[in-house]
Each structure stands twice: as C-alpha cells, then as structure tokens.
C-alpha cells in the first residue's frame, strides 16, 4: 500500500538510487573496459572517467536529494527518504572518491619514471624496449628525461625540469621534514647496500618480482638485472620495472628503476613500488641473516 500511496515522490527517489548505483557501474565500466581493450584508456580515464563521471554522479545526487524531499513533505515518508538517503550516500562517496583523485594528482609531481639513481641510471634491455614499443608505449626511457612542457597547463613550473631534480624534492627529507607524510613521497628512494653475496640479493630479488605476480620479461644472473612488468588491476596501466644487482665496495647493491609506458603522471604509483620493493628486499635479506 505505501509503494502506491507513495507515488510520484518514490519513484523519484528510486530514480535517483538508481543513478547512483549506475554511476559506480560506469567507473568500473570506464576502468575495465580500459583493461581489456574494448577502448583507450584516454576515453576510458579522461573522457569516461573524469569527464562524465562526475557529472552522473552530480546528477544521482540531485535526484536523490529532490526524492528525499519530495519524501518528507507528507506521509508515507519512510521509503522515499530511505531511497533518496541511499542515493545520496552512494553519489557523495563516489564525488568523494574523485575529489580525493583529484586532490592526489595535484599533490604529487607529473613524473613517470623513478630510480634510486639518477647519477647511474638502469637501461631497459632491447627486450623490454621492444615490447614497450610493440605495446606502443607513450613515455620514452631515456638517461635523464625531463618533464613536457606541456605539464604546466596543470601543474605550473614543472614543464621541462629534469625528473631526478623533481623527484629528489618529492621524497621525504629528514633534515627539513620532521613527519614523512609532509611530503608527496613519504619515504626516501635510495640505492640498499647489503653483506650478503650478490647471487643470494639477486636470487631473493627475483623471488620477490614473481611473489608480486609481475611478469619477468628478462633475468640475467650474469649481469645482474632483473626486468619485469607490473599490470594494474583496473585500467591494466602497465609499467616496467628494472632490478639491478652488483657488487660495489665489497658488498651488493641494489637499484631499482619502475618507468609507466603512458601516462604524465602516475600518481605516485611508480615511487611507492620501488619504495615498497626496496624495503621488501632489505627485510627478507635481514630475517635470512
């Protein structure tokens, strides 16, 4: 009896759930799709994603908020206010999802490519450039790229800066942050030095990568260096990462080089797996020890 006397006013509230419910379903559209080639990932991200996203999740949000309204202006009230109280619920934390992206990509620096070392940069075997070229692969893997010019139309002062000059000041400084989350990279991306033979740091190294699930497109004992790639769960974004094993001084050192193949920036994405990497390695070699 409610669902009839409740008319108009329920189904406008229903309207508005169901956008939002379709708004979710739209990212997760726009991202898998991406993934698995039914469209660029720039119509999938830019034009899907950022462009229309949220305008349908506005639109669930504003329907919703007229049911609710619409709901509490005479009786039966209870199911229209539940229903445009869901919309509005489900539209904010979409909204606030990409609020959230937003405010991230303007924090971080429109960098794709990050190493331990920049003064002894890791070359990408022609292996992997081959599959990045095959895969055509936007972003170039070059000793010591600089950032587009184009980057300041959103991020300005950037275009053309050297990344190892853009990176350096992203990581966490110590001597000048007391608390790491005050920088966009809370940690410091280094070069390890262990004790250990290089043969048992390359050995774990490359225990690690394929734990990871990454994809090992090259792993020479010989010469040290392990080459994989990283595919995201969403959009499938690959990236290419490069473990460099040697001896150094009587000891091993380790350095790790994760470049996107499109993308300008990459949302901290590539900084935080060497982070993460890096500290994985030290920990499992210092437990074995």
Known sequence: MENQSAGWRLKLALAGLVLAVFAVIWFAAAALGSKYGLWG??????????????????????????????GLTRAPRTQPFILGLAGLLIGGLVLGRLAAFGA???????????????????????TLMAIREADGAQNPVVDAPTITEGADARWPGFGGRLVSEVQEEAEWSPETQEDPIDA????????????APS?????????????????????DAGSGVIEATETSGWFGFKDDVAIRVRDEDGRTRVDVRSVSRVGLSDLGANAKRVDEFVKDLGQRLTDAN
């Open 41 to 70: 990932w720039q119509f999938g991200l830019g034009t899907m994603t950022i462009t229309w996203g949220p305008r349908i999740a506005m639109l669930a949000m504003g329907v919703s908020a007229l049911g609710l309204i619409a």
């Open 104 to 126: 991230q990509a303007s924090r971080l620096p429109p960098i794709h490519d990050v190493q331990t070392d920049w003064s002894e940069p890791i070359q990408f075997s022609d």
């Open 184 to 195: 966009p990279y809370p940690y410091e991306i280094q070069p390890l030095r262990f004790d």
């Open 199 to 219: 043969g048992e740091v390359f050995n774990v190294a490359q225990s690690i990568v394929e734990q990871r699930g990454w994809e090992v497109v090259t792993a």
